[in-house]
C-alpha cells in the first residue's frame, strides 16, 4: 500500500511539473455559461475557449473544480467542440480531470456541462481562473430561473434581467475578467 501511495505520488508529482510549462503555452481566454435553476437542479453549461500560441501540439491536463463532491454532481459532459468528440475525464474529490490536445497555433472549444442539486445557496467556481495567471478577455454568463423562484441576492450583480413565458433571464458580460469570488446565486428557498 506503501508502495502505491509513492507511485500515485510521484505520477502526481510528474503530471504537475508537465503540465505548468504547457499552462504558459496555453491560455484560457473565454467562457461562456449557462446556469439555469429551478426547483430540482441547478445545471451548468459551459464553453471555454482555449489558445495554444506555439508552433507545436500542446497536451493540457485540466481540473475543473466543483463547489460539492463530485459525487453528488450528475450528468456530467465534456465534449471537444472542435472535433465533436466526448473527452474522457476522471472524478475525484471535487474535482474532474481531463486532457485536451490544442493544437499549434490554434484555438479549441471544449462544452462542460452537468448538474448537481438546488440549494438555498447554489455556487460554481469562478476563482479557478487565476491558476491561468491572466485575466479572461471576456467572459458571459446568463442564469435562467421559473418565475416561482426568488432570487435573494448574487455575488456578482446582473448587468441585465429579462422576463419571458414565466422565466426570468439574467445577463451579465465581462471583459479583462480575473474573478475575486465565486458564481453566487442564493434564493430564499428552493421548494
Not at 480531470?97 to 462542460?112: C, G, M, R, W
Not at 445557496?121 to 471576456?138: E, F, V
Request: hydrophobic share 40%; with cysteine; glycine share 4%.
Amino acid at each position: 500500500m506503501r508502495n502505491k501511495r509513492l507511485v500515485c505520488l510521484w505520477l502526481l508529482f510528474f503530471s504537475v511539473t508537465l503540465c505548468l510549462p504547457a499552462q504558459t503555452k496555453v491560455a484560457f481566454f473565454e467562457e461562456h455559461i449557462d446556469f439555469k435553476l429551478d426547483r430540482e437542479h441547478f445545471s451548468v453549461n459551459g464553453i471555454y475557449s482555449f489558445r495554444n500560441r506555439t508552433k507545436e501540439l500542446v497536451v493540457q491536463r485540466i481540473s475543473f473544480p466543483f463547489a460539492s463532491e463530485a459525487g453528488t454532481v450528475d450528468s456530467i459532459r465534456v465534449l471537444d467542440l472542435n472535433c465533436l468528440k466526448a473527452v474522457p475525464f476522471m472524478k475525484s474529490g471535487n474535482a474532474i480531470y481531463f486532457e485536451l490536445n490544442v493544437q499549434p497555433e490554434d484555438t479549441l472549444a471544449v462544452q462542460i456541462a452537468y448538474r448537481q442539486k438546488a440549494l438555498a445557496k447554489n455556487t460554481y467556481i469562478l476563482t479557478s481562473t487565476r491558476a491561468w495567471g491572466s485575466p479572461l478577455d471576456r467572459a458571459f454568463y446568463t442564469l435562467t430561473t421559473p418565475d416561482g423562484i426568488p432570487v435573494r441576492s448574487f455575488s456578482y450583480q446582473p448587468d441585465s434581467v429579462r422576463q419571458t413565458a414565466g422565466q426570468l433571464v439574467y445577463f451579465w458580460k465581462k471583459t479583462q475578467f480575473l474573478p475575486a469570488q465565486d458564481f453566487e446565486v442564493v434564493v430564499d428557498k428552493v421548494p
